[in-house]
């Protein structure tokens, strides 16, 4: 974790941290974990639904575009919670991508695409977003959201 | 998922519960609104109000079969939106693309 992180932790944190192997049937147990993680730190109704939204997207991509659904590849998913914000890290073995290469969900052209919109939500619906190769090699997201700004779905900020 | 299709004034409704997303196999949906198509009924509303869950994949799912429709020379059209659906369309500018209704009635009148 970078400075900027390091100096904002106040209070200490409570991890929780799993594992699977990359297969869709994990999004809700994922999704529900951090329905209640969310809870635990005092996230509002509306708002743990978009953190478990962004979860569950930025799952999706792990184990469907990063792993490519090969069940032998894992995707971790580490839960950070802190007394003033929740912070997500997701994990996959993938090669990972350049965030240039994602297509702007909002372009004319790209509003009728059948996909491209998770990282979009994520990215909206999320405080910060950022994305790591790994030097041990694979990929992780990591994801916050902090207690004072529960924004709601306005999906400007970005 | 679960999709219960029927037909009202020349339109095909279709009527969605539970959960439209990656893991449920949201491609259901594609699959009635091609059955109503091949059976000649151009005009199609998407009953949402018993979604219990949407995710990016099942938005993709209603663009999708929008785009289906209207390839076709079809109109494709959503009722009973969520409050958190209609925000996921919002946010990605879809409620310009997409005509939704309320009220079941007015929706099956304003097909053309």
């Known amino acids: 974790m970078g400075d900027e992180v390091e100096k904002e932790n106040t209070g200490h944190a409570r991890e929780l941290e799993i594992s699977f192997g990359s297969h869709l049937g994990y999004l809700d147990l994922v999704q529900e974990l951090s329905d209640k993680i969310s809870l635990l730190v005092g996230f509002d109704e509306d708002a743990r639904y978009w953190i478990g939204l962004s979860v569950r997207e930025s799952v999706t991509n792990a184990v469907h575009h990063g792993n ?42 790209n509003l009728l695409k059948p996909s491209g919109r998770g990282i979009f939500y994520v990215r909206s619906f999320m405080d910060e977003v950022c994305y790591e190769i790994l030097p041990e090699g694979g990929c992780e997201m990591r994801m916050e959201k902090r207690l004072n700004n ?5 999906g400007n900020e970005n | 998922m679960k999709i219960e299709s029927r037909s009202v ?10 959960k439209i997303t990656m893991g449920e196999g949201s491609r259901g949906i594609r699959d009635k609104v091609r059955e109503s198509l091949d059976g000649g009924v151009k005009n199609i509303l998407l009953n949402l109000g018993d979604v219990s869950y949407i995710d990016s994949a099942g938005i993709g799912e209603l663009v999708s079969s929008f785009t289906t429709v209207t390839n076709q020379g079809g109109q494709l059209k959503l009722l009973k939106l969520t409050e958190k659906l209609e925000q996921l369309l919002a ?8 005509d939704f ?5 007015e929706a099956v009148g304003s097909f053309s």
Not at chain 1, 77 to 82: A, I, N, Q
Not at chain 1, 150 to 154: A, L, S, T, V
Not at chain 2, 101 to 105: H, K, L
């Open chain 1, 68 to 109: 490519e659904l090969d069940e032998e590849k894992k995707v971790g998913v580490r839960f950070e919670s802190w007394p003033d914000r929740l912070v997500i890290y997701v994990q996959d073995e993938g090669e990972g991508f350049e965030e240039s290469d994602v297509p702007n969900a909002l372009d004319p052209e």
């Open chain 1, 150 to 154: 529960q924004k709601q779905g306005d």
């Open chain 2, 9 to 18: 004034n020349g339109v095909t409704i279709l009527d969605i519960h539970g």
């Open chain 2, 91 to 98: 946010i990605t500018k879809l409620t310009t693309v997409f």
């Open chain 2, 101 to 105: 209704f309320d009220d079941e009635a």
